[in-house]
């Protein structure tokens, strides 16, 4: 049988693994009695950490939200994911948390066993990373917008748009979605009737928040999908479609669009861009027998381009 100390961390990883637990249950874990559970509960209890319970024949237990922050009981693999993401925000992308993250990060690898703190250090030191110049989101700023995502309380902020003009905005949000080195929000805008999505570190949030909403339901089910497929238009206005007598796995590595096969001989390929032009280029230099499927307008560009080549002299 364990010892009081041992079971009692054995309790708390217990309830930090899981939402619910019914007394029997963490009595049967843990080899005791269910009287035994209930001392090492207020034992908990009076180290800081706020153990709920529910009374009653089904009666169970569960670890709640408290007044400060009691320790953390982590496995090896939870420890070493905190400490390579406190590393990563030490120099990330989100402002004001780099001296922050750099004091956690000291105070966890403090007490890091020798086996884990080496796992980190390998994968820290193998690891190049490609410093991104862009722009930065302060901390507060990602704070303040997941906690009214959360609450459902109206943003209101002023919005700096492509051209360098500012104005107003209201918006119902709903959630952050994070592309590179970039942060969007995804919300309603209360004034346009439609979903949008804002890139964080153009947004100067106004206080205090605007009325609590009632949460519609977002665009797509998949947000993340959404916001990367209105990027793709954002950035590349033109979109080609083709039918390509090849299977899907010879293009695979040999071009940056989509691929989806359509069956063992043939795929439909799409590919992006800003200039038609390109994109007939780009499908040509494939060396594969192809379809345009949308748009028309292509066409004529594949032409004009098989004229130029044929009538250049080599």
Request: glycine content about 6%.
């Amino acid at each position: 049988m364990l010892n009081t100390s041992a079971r009692l961390l054995r309790l708390l990883s217990l309830l930090q693994a899981r939402r619910d637990w019914s007394s029997a249950d963490l009595a049967e874990r843990l080899g005791v009695a269910p009287r035994t559970v209930r001392r090492d509960v207020d034992r908990l209890r009076g180290l800081g950490y706020p153990v709920l319970s529910t009374p009653g024949v089904a009666g169970g237990y569960r670890l709640g939200a408290g007044a400060e922050l009691p320790p953390l009981l982590l496995d090896d693999e939870e420890a070493v994911a905190v400490a390579v993401g406190l590393r990563t925000a030490a120099n990330g992308t989100v402002t004001g948390i780099e001296e922050t993250s750099l004091r956690a990060l000291a105070k966890l690898e403090q007490v890091l066993p020798a086996r884990l703190r080496h796992r980190v250090n390998t994968l820290q030191r193998h690891t190049v990373r490609i410093n991104r110049e862009g722009p930065t989101v302060d901390a507060d700023v990602l704070t303040r917008v997941a906690a009214a995502c959360r609450d459902h309380e109206q943003l209101r902020f002023d919005y700096t748009g492509h051209q360098g003009e500012s104005a107003l905005r209201r918006a119902e949000p709903h959630s952050l979605v994070t592309k590179g080195n970039r942060w969007y929000l995804v919300g309603w805008d209360v004034d346009r009737r439609d979903w949008r999505t804002y890139r964080a570190d153009r947004m100067r949030l106004r206080t205090p928040n605007g009325p609590r909403f009632t949460p519609r339901d977002p665009p797509e089910p998949d947000v993340a999908a959404w916001v990367q497929h209105r990027l793709a238009h954002q950035m590349w206005p033109f979109e080609a479609r083709f039918l390509v007598h090849a299977p899907a796995e010879r293009l695979a590595d040999r071009t940056s669009g989509t691929v989806e096969p359509v069956d063992d001989r043939t795929c439909l390929l799409i590919l992006r861009g800003d200039d038609l032009r390109l994109i007939a280029m780009a499908v040509a230099f494939l060396d594969v027998d192809f379809e345009v499927l949308e748009p028309g307008e292509l066409k004529e560009q594949l032409r004009a381009l098989g004229e130029r080549l044929l009538s250049s002299r080599i």
